[in-house]
């Protein structure tokens, strides 16, 4: 391996999110170190998930198959879908274990600034599953910026009255302290309240 080929690596490692110039020639130095260990099985399963990767037709979930896991168990047909801005939104809620249910993954928001509409996103999807798959429910389980609350109302608007819509609770996190939250989820915890 040349330098040039070294340093090839390293600036497409410092691509990724998380990564910067340094961390990425750490990361390197450390897969080259570990070669038979870490470099080459990685550049395989690498190699692997790029021919076989591919977004669910339905949800719009990453796996292997066109139509995913999620999507295609019957367990998870609950009526319920969770509506989140992007896959990694969806794998949190995985991790957490708690939704049964299915969802569908916006792919962003709407952004005025960015001039991204509601055909940008999967919008219109999310319209046709609701009927198609009798949904009762609506979780919008998206981010509690501008645009996530624009793109929620939005959903709203155009599923008002035909299903049930919820969103995630907003405000003081467990094992949050009032005096290291800011303004904002200050007030979305006090606006979200419930009776004791």
Known sequence: MSQSEIDTLIEMMARLPGLGPRSARRAVLHLIRKRALLLTPLAEAMQQVALTARECLNCGNVGTREICDICQSDKRATGEICVVEDVSDLWAMERAGVFKGRYHVLGGTLSALEGVGPEDLSIPRLLDRVTSENITEVILALNATVDGQTTAHYIVDQLEDRVRLT?????????????????????????ARKPL
């Open 167 to 191: 969103s995630l609770a907003q405000g003081v996190p467990v094992g949050g302290e009032l005096d290291y939250l800011d303004e904002g989820t200050i007030s979305a915890a006090l606006k």
